[in-house]
């Protein structure tokens, strides 16, 4: 994996850039659709690719390895071909998955014990069969297993957490330099920062990290935000953490968030982002905007002919009405939830490709100025 920075913004520490894979180019900044099982819920691949405008998406270790499993991925040739994405894939270590999803996990310096979250057996993540499993899975760009510590865990359950993360990333590195891709193309690996709130137990990451000097950390992937901390907490620690990573690597905001948490992340020098939200507000009637959030279900659309989203760049956004997709909503239509995220999608990636237009033309902090406020609007 390479990467190409192309510029960066005078008034913020905003940037663009460009990441070449072997399954394709990704201009940042970019938000990544989440295709945890291997599938980007309710939106066909053609859309995702034609409509939405993805240049890569997700995929989680954690579910995949549970199911449909290693076998079935290998057979299949990885996940690429077993889902039919011919363009890039990120797959999380599924470190977040155990702590958020199972409800007995043991943490050991060796690995993490957890249950099924699908019928309670028994499995064991360790640095290097999570590598491997990630070989079998054969995204492009694979995280490293990590602890995801709680955004309100005090100071020294938090320096635990770090050192235990620090330990499994060793091991990683040394498992994934000493194992090669299984499917004739390349792969790449990022650390994750974590440390919580703690600006010492963030630089400390950072320090380690960058002190493991591998060459084939493609980038490097900012966790354990947005999981309860206060926003201004976030922002913080965006703030600290990424003039200190290299200017050559592209910089991984993990499962955040809002529009306005987005670009507030891009000023602060992020390049890649994903979260659920596009998706999983959508199939409950939420819809992003710029002008705005709009609840579907409100009785205001009920006789509102009017197209979803003028602004749109969604076929949806022009083919069907705030009345048509109310009564969908209302009346229980699965079509109402796929309607409602290929707009929330087109409208994420709409956000990037923007911001990446401001930060070309060097006005990004001023345009971020102006759309933040409408953003989080109540239409």
Same mark, same amino acid.
């Given at each position: ?9 005078a008034?913020?520490d905003?940037r663009?850039?460009?990441i070449t894979?072997?399954?394709?180019v990704?201009q940042?900044?970019?938000?990544m ?7 980007v ?21 954690y ?14 040739g990885?996940l690429?071909?077993?889902?039919g994405?011919? &363009? ?9 998955q155990?702590f958020?999803l199972?409800?007995i ?5 060796e690995?993490?014990?957890f ?15 999570n590598?491997?499993?990630q070989r079998?899975?054969g ?25 235990l993360t ?10 994934f330099a ?13 650390p ?14 950072v ?19 947005? $999981? ?10 965006l ?7 290299p ?12 529009? $306005? ?27 992003f ?36 997709? &109310?009564h969908?909503?209302i ?5 109402a ?18 911001? &990446? ?17 409408m953003?989080?609007? &109540?239409?």
């Amino acid at each position: 994996m390479k990467f190409l920075l192309e510029k960066t913004d005078a008034a913020s520490d905003a940037r663009c850039g460009t990441i070449t894979t072997d399954h394709g180019v990704i201009q940042t900044p970019i938000f990544m659709p989440v295709g945890t099982i291997g599938s980007v819920k309710g939106v066909y691949h053609r859309d995702l690719c034609d409509d939405v405008h993805a240049q890569i998406i997700l995929g989680n270790t954690y579910h995949l390895y549970l199911r449909p499993g290693l076998d079935t991925l290998r057979k299949a040739g990885g996940l690429h071909r077993f889902e039919g994405w011919d &363009r890039p894939i990120l797959t999380d270590s599924g470190g977040f998955q155990v702590f958020s999803l199972s409800p007995i996990r043991k943490l050991t310096p060796e690995g993490c014990t957890f249950s099924s979250h699908i019928d309670g057996s028994k499995h064991t993540f360790t640095p290097e069969n999570n590598v491997d499993t990630q070989r079998v899975i054969g995204a492009d760009i694979m995280m490293a297993l990590d602890e995801c510590c709680p955004g309100d865990a005090d100071f020294r359950y938090a320096e635990k957490s770090l050192r235990l993360t620090q330990e499994w990333l060793e091991r990683f590195s040394a498992r994934f330099a000493s194992t090669e891709p299984l499917y004739g193309y390349s792969q790449t690996m990022f650390p994750i920062i974590q440390g919580c709130v703690y600006p010492e137990l963030r630089k400390r990451a950072v320090e380690h990290a960058l002190g493991l000097g591998c060459d084939f950390h493609g980038g490097y992937a900012i966790g354990g935000l947005a $999981v309860g901390e206060p926003v201004e907490k976030m922002y913080e620690m965006l703030e600290l953490v990424c003039p200190l990573l290299p200017q050559g690597k592209p910089r991984y905001l993990m499962g955040v968030g809002t529009p $306005v948490n987005i670009l507030e992340g891009i000023a602060r020098g992020v390049d890649m982002f994903d979260c659920v939200m596009p998706t999983r507000n959508g199939r409950n009637g939420m819809l992003f905007t710029w002008k705005g959030i709009m609840n579907m279900r409100n009785e205001k659309w009920k006789d509102d002919f009017s197209p979803i989203d003028p602004e749109g760049t969604s076929f949806v956004d022009r083919k069907y009405t705030r009345a048509y997709l &109310r009564h969908l909503f209302i009346a229980g239509e699965m079509f109402a939830a796929m309607v409602a995220s290929e707009h929330n999608l087109a409208f994420y990636l709409d956000l990037v490709r923007q911001a &990446r237009a401001h930060i070309l033309e060097g006005d990004f902090a001023r345009w971020k100025d102006s759309v933040v406020p409408m953003l989080s609007n &109540r239409l």
